[in-house]
């Protein structure tokens, strides 16, 4: 197989949620020198962001874009540790969690594989994720995205109550808050001071680029992806 | 997997039967009974306008609502009003206010705020079904008293604070902690408490479904108790939604749920849920399922 052949299998074959198949093409590359980021930026990505505007336009399922998603989580497991050492960075780190009181992962769960799929590092963690931990996560990581999830009326006021924790720390301004969920709405999120929201997986991963590409705009970072 | 027609713990004492009622109608839900179909769509979750009439103090839409879910043969009518940023309990007592001026139906009050729950129990003409209670401490402590005081039935949900249990050996663990709280300590009949079994999508998990038809033959096969889901959760995600959810229900029905909160518009789910009563031996000599047939062949011919 020539290289173009390869990153043409790893597409198709990411698209279709061939995990085993991923994995084979994904060695196969890398036994002929491929570089990873290659791989990654030339076919992976490519393949995920296609799940998400099939999944957009009604023609992609959630199955599909689960599959889909494992499919490169699979390549990505392979990858990061070569990533890592080459010095690629990744499009950005999004720290994700389910507010407290809230124990629904499905909503959250799903977004973690199209951001993944989109090349963010996602770091999850998990339900009923106290404001102090969103806290101690944030210092710990310096993620550029946070991202709040509720599924219940009820919980969603945790959403304020982190936003205060977050400006408490004196850390507000150090991240892009998105929020998410069932009940959620743009006027909610507006509201309680969020700089996003979206209202599915798909639209998050947009969502997430362009607020992180505005602030790398203004602060005068590269912007990649 | 035991069937729903198998022998329960309870088989002795006859079948459990929840009773609800309006001001004039009563609704019984038992695994003797028809299927207990509960309106779901009065809801206005995910539906921008909705929200927006329900913000600016516009009630009407739940009127078309009302009628709709009453054409389509639901017994029950869920009534919820989860609009962010709105005094939901205020909401509520307007809603049900509404729906008890346009039907005799009863209502199952829908909120996770538990004041908005209060006030709707206050509101309410009858003996409402309260939706929901889980397997958490502070909810159980919050909602069951008022359940108690107001003479309603519960739906509750085998849930806790770590987690939405994955094996239904769990679920059937925090049903028996639901189930022992509610008895015991605050005197809630056994025939007032509903389990949802947590119906979840299987376009997420393809184990999903058989986890929560597991639970539903355990809840039967050792309390007997009613139960009821949201039939729609099913099928989020996935083509042809209403094909899954009128496959779902008959299969729920035969491993022993006696109702659903669904969406009674859709002809092609109750029509399945009709059919599986009919088939279970609930519609003496098929006469509903004719009589059915008969409205449809004269509302055509008109």
Redesign the interface.
């Known amino acids: 197989m020539t290289p173009d052949e390869i990153l043409q299998g790893l597409y198709d074959r990411t698209l279709v949620g061939n995990g085993p198949g991923v994995l084979e093409l994904t060695h196969q590359a890398l036994g002929m020198d491929m570089e990873p980021q290659v791989l990654l930026f030339d076919a992976l990505i490519p393949a995920l962001e296609e799940v998400g505007a099939r999944f957009e336009r009604g023609d992609f399922f959630v199955p599909e874009m689960l599959i889909a998603g494992k499919a490169m989580a699979g390549s990505m497991e392979v990858l990061r540790p070569l990533l890592a050492d080459t010095g690629v960075q990744t499009v950005g780190t999004f720290l994700m969690g389910t507010v407290k009181g809230d124990v629904h992962d499905i909503g959250k769960n799903l977004v973690n594989i199209m951001l993944e799929g989109a090349g963010f590092e996602v770091i999850d963690l998990g339900v009923q994720v106290a404001p102090e931990k969103f806290v101690a996560a944030i210092e710990e990581h310096q993620p550029d995205v946070v991202g709040f999830s509720a599924f219940l009326t009820t919980t969603m006021p945790m959403f304020k109550a982190n936003m205060n924790a977050l400006e408490k720390a004196g850390i507000r301004d150090e991240v892009i808050v998105m929020v998410g969920g069932a009940p959620v709405t743009q006027e909610y999120a507006d509201a309680v001071g969020a700089d996003g929201y979206a209202a599915d997986a798909s639209a998050t991963v947009k969502k997430a680029k362009a607020l992180l590409a505005d602030r790398r705009a203004r602060t005068g970072a590269g912007v990649l992806a | 997997m035991s069937p729903a027609w198998g022998s329960s713990a309870l088989a002795g004492s006859g079948p459990l039967h929840t009773v609800l009622r309006s001001a004039t109608k009563e609704v019984v839900i038992g695994s003797d009974q028809r299927f207990c179909v509960i309106g779901e769509r009065i809801n206005p979750?995910?539906r921008?306008t909705f929200?927006a009439q329900l913000r600016e103090g516009d009630l009407s839409a739940i009127e078309r609502d009302v009628e709709a879910q009453v054409a389509g043969g639901a017994d029950v009518l869920d009534v919820n009003m989860?609009?962010?940023?709105t005094d939901?309990a205020d909401l509520l007592v307007r809603a049900i206010q509404v729906v008890q001026a346009r039907t005799d139906l009863p209502v199952c009050i829908d909120?996770?705020?538990v004041e908005a729950l209060e006030a709707g129990l206050e509101a309410y003409q009858g003996r409402a079904l309260v939706n929901s209670v889980t397997a958490e401490d502070e909810r159980l402590e919050a909602i069951l008293p008022l359940v108690k005081k107001h003479d309603a039935a519960v739906i509750a949900l085998p849930?806790?604070?770590?987690?939405?249990p994955m094996e239904s050996g769990k679920r059937l663990e925090l049903v028996e902690k639901i189930v022992r709280v509610a008895t015991q300590e605050y005197g809630i009949a056994l025939q007032d408490i509903v389990i949802d079994p947590l119906a979840?999508?299987i376009?997420?998990d393809?184990t999903v479904g058989i986890t929560t038809l597991e639970t539903v033959a355990g809840v039967h096969e050792r309390w007997g108790l009613n139960m009821t889901c949201g039939a729609s959760n099913v099928s989020?995600?996935?083509?042809g939604r209403h094909a899954i959810n009128a496959a779902w229900l008959p299969l729920a029905m035969a491993a022993g749920m006696t109702s659903a909160i669904m969406d009674a518009r859709t002809a092609e789910v109750v029509d399945a849920v009709r059919a599986a009563d009919l088939l279970l031996g609930h519609d003496e000599w098929g006469m509903s399922w004719i009589g059915t047939h008969r409205a449809r062949q004269a509302a055509a011919a008109t």
Do not use: C, H, R, Y
């Not at chain 2, 989020?236 to 083509?239: D, T």
């Open positions: 979750t995910g921008k929200q989860g609009v962010p940023l939901e909120s996770s705020v849930n806790d604070a770590d987690e939405i979840m999508p376009g997420a393809s989020f995600g996935m083509p």
